[in-house]
């Protein structure tokens, strides 16, 4: 059966996605060596100490997100968070920096290391050179690929492969954003934070209310109108329609999530290992509800039944979803 890894960004989501059916978790450290750093998520050096105890009782893993990239010369946090999973009994690291990788392989040789999605390692050349220099086990994989692609990696590879199939899309190289460090003047790679909530603010107008993120004018809705969550990639911004007027719409990215249910016997096909579910930002009620739907359709494509396909509908984000790159129909 494919692994199902499920988010965590609380020690009460844990607790959850564990008791819903993930078979893993996946969660950070409350600082910037993760690329969910916001107020009010992540884990302790205790909680996470907890978490994995709580995990490991009851049969699920538990890896620790350690996926931002260091500043040159600084990077004593990152070392430190990645002793201290492997202190707290985390059954992996997902990392994406070189250094930390080798970091991880010399002071900590005993702690399995996963490739994160943020390394955007998309060909079996580049998955093979951080198998053979760093001893990664696992790589997520970008959600640039389509179901044939990874069946070809996996043929020309020898380490497991993990893929999303459910939640939010990011337009850029796997997180690689400019658009949100121009706003706020913090990054999503370096400082874990992508549109973060300091920089959000609302106002209601004569137009109707507004949503900005840094002082840019992301959304504006009708009065009474739900006002999205200000996220520059999924803007309503207006701009010139080619025909020498103008138009306002999604120019980087629709407000829709993955959703790759109906996929998942081709992606087992394909020798894809495991399964993500993005989201850390979440409630426990989306993480109970996703968790309890996806444990089903794995067990479904072990023994050859069909998908519980449109059960998430009303959890993606817009009530639209896609498969993303998958199937790359627009090729």
């Known amino acids: 059966m494919m692994e199902l890894v499920c988010p965590a960004g609380t020690p009460a989501a844990l607790r959850t996605a564990v008791e819903a059916g993930a078979h893993a978790v996946y969660?950070?450290?409350?600082?910037?060596?993760?690329?969910?750093?916001?107020?009010?998520?992540?884990?302790?050096?205790a909680e996470m100490a907890e978490g994995v105890a709580h995990a490991h009782a009851r049969g699920a893993k538990v890896l620790v997100a350690i996926n931002t990239f260091p500043r040159a010369g600084d990077a004593d946090l990152w070392h430190?968070?990645?002793?201290?999973?492997?202190?707290?009994?985390?059954?992996?690291?997902?990392?994406?920096?070189?250094?930390?990788?080798?970091?991880?392989r010399r002071a900590q040789p005993q702690l399995r290391r996963h490739l994160s999605v943020q390394a955007a390692a998309s060909n079996a050349d580049a998955i093979n050179f951080y198998a053979r220099e760093f001893g990664v086990k696992r790589v997520v994989l970008p959600r640039v690929l389509t179901v044939a692609?990874?069946?070809?990696?996996?043929?020309?590879?020898?380490?497991?492969?993990?893929?999303?199939v459910f939640g939010g899309l990011c337009v850029m190289a796997e997180g690689r954003c400019s658009l949100s460090s121009w706003t706020t003047g913090l990054s999503p790679n370096m400082n874990g934070v992508c549109s973060p909530a300091s920089h959000v603010s609302y106002e209601t107008t004569p137009e109707g209310q507004d949503a900005r993120l840094g002082g840019v004018l992301i959304h504006?809705?009708?009065?009474?109108?739900?006002?999205?969550?200000?996220?520059?990639?999924?803007?309503?911004?207006?701009?010139?329609?080619g025909a020498g007027g103008r138009q306002t719409g999604h120019i980087f990215e629709d407000p829709v999530s993955l959703d790759a249910t109906?996929?998942?016997?081709?992606l087992q096909k394909a020798g894809v290992r495991a399964l993500?579910?993005?989201?850390?930002?979440?409630?426990?009620?989306?993480?109970?509800?996703?968790?309890?739907?996806?444990?089903?359709?794995?067990?479904?494509?072990?023994?050859?039944?069909?998908?519980p396909v449109g059960a998430l509908a009303k959890l993606t984000e817009g009530q639209a979803s896609t498969t993303g790159s998958y199937a790359k129909i627009w090729r």
């Open 27 to 45: 969660c950070g450290f409350a600082d910037e060596t993760n690329a969910r750093n916001f107020p009010g998520l992540n884990f302790s050096r």
């Open 80 to 104: 430190r968070a990645i002793d201290d999973a492997a202190g707290a009994g985390a059954d992996a690291v997902i990392l994406a920096d070189m250094g930390l990788l080798d970091y991880a």
């Open 149 to 164: 692609e990874i069946d070809e990696i996996n043929r020309e590879i020898t380490v497991e492969t993990e893929a999303f």
């Open 220 to 241: 504006r809705t009708p009065a009474g109108g739900p006002a999205p969550y200000p996220t520059i990639c999924k803007g309503a911004f207006t701009s010139p329609d």
């Open 262 to 266: 109906f996929l998942i016997p081709m």
């Open 276 to 307: 993500k579910i993005e989201g850390r930002q979440r409630s426990r009620a989306y993480v109970a509800q996703v968790v309890r739907t996806f444990r089903a359709a794995v067990e479904a494509a072990d023994r050859g039944a069909e998908m």
